[in-house]
């Protein structure tokens, strides 16, 4: 799908992954809307990028506030052509603990948030796109794009909630893929590394420091989040990639402990 014009959608807009991407699809010619839930970021990011984007607030796991988001999105520049998920959290507990298990509220609010969220917005936004003519050669409507984890399966101590809701994206891509196949609509989801973000700026700066020196093959770094941005514009732009999660780690293989 060609870029230029298109219309986005971004979650997790304000920060990190989502932040780069709305920069780059903006640079290439889309119309991008962003959509997170930190009011002060959005607004600077609506600053840096101009008249080619608008932001809402809203939480992604809440379905009025998505219909909204993607209302806004085609009332302001006429369609929806591309989502990108990016919207996620990372709170992690061990499955028991000093005497007390997991905090349900913890596993709630990040299975809520990273996979129900990310489904909330795909229905919607499939929705939405469905209503496009079809382009080009193969009749595309629209694309939609998702964010996992190498914790998908190699989750470390902490993140059972964290882990099982990137699995459960991945798990999602392919059968939502088939679903919206006869609708010219693509489905992949990028399944990020270690990447230098507010998210990773969180751990403990010994623990980062072993990551990158211990796990992370080559180029022996963080990823940046315009190599992911860089990855959301090629998924876009090549029409026969599909159904699939793509790894973007530098090869890193997460040790046990
Ligand atoms: N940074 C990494 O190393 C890394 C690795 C693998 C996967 N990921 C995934 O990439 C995605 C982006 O992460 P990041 O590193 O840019 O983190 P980040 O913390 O910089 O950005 C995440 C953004 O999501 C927003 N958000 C949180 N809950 C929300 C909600 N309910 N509704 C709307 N927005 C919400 C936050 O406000 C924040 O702006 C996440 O899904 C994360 O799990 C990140």
Redesign the pocket.
């Known amino acids: 799908m060609d870029l230029c014009n298109k219309v986005a959608i971004v979650?997790?807009a304000?920060?990190?992954?989502?932040a780069a991407t709305c920069r780059l699809l903006a640079e290439a010619g889309a119309k991008v809307v962003g959509?997170?839930?930190?009011v002060t970021?959005l607004k600077c990011l609506e600053q840096e990028v101009g008249k080619a984007a608008i932001t809402r607030v809203?939480?992604?796991?809440d379905e009025d506030a998505v219909r909204a988001v993607i209302e806004a999105a085609v009332d302001t520049f006429g369609a929806l052509h591309i989502a990108v998920n990016?919207?996620?959290?990372?709170d992690a507990a061990k499955t028991v603990s000093k005497g007390q298990p997991f905090p349900r509220a913890t596993w709630d609010k990040v299975i809520g948030?990273?996979l129900t969220?990310t489904f909330n917005v795909i229905r919607l936004a499939a929705l939405a796109m469905m209503k496009n003519a079809p382009e080009g050669e193969s009749g595309e409507r629209g694309v939609i794009i998702n964010?996992a984890?190498?914790?998908a399966w190699q989750g470390q101590v902490g993140q059972a909630a964290y882990s099982a809701s990137?699995a459960g994206v991945m798990g999602l891509t392919l059968p939502v893929a088939r679903d919206l196949a006869e609708h010219g609509i693509r489905v992949v989801s990028i399944a990020?590394?270690?990447?230098d973000?507010?998210?990773?700026a969180a751990l403990p700066e010994k623990v980062l420091g072993s990551i990158v020196e211990r796990m992370i093959l080559y180029p022996n770094r963080m990823g940046r989040?315009a190599e992911f941005a860089g990855l959301v514009r090629h998924i876009v732009e090549n029409s026969y990639m599909n159904a699939t999660t793509i790894s973007l780690d530098g090869g890193a293989r997460i040790s046990t402990r």
């Open positions: 979650t997790g304000a920060s990190g992954l989502g959509v997170d839930i930190d970021k809203a939480n992604v796991a990016c919207a996620g959290v990372v948030i990273n969220g964010t984890s190498g914790a990137k990020p590394g270690m990447f973000t507010a998210m990773a989040p």
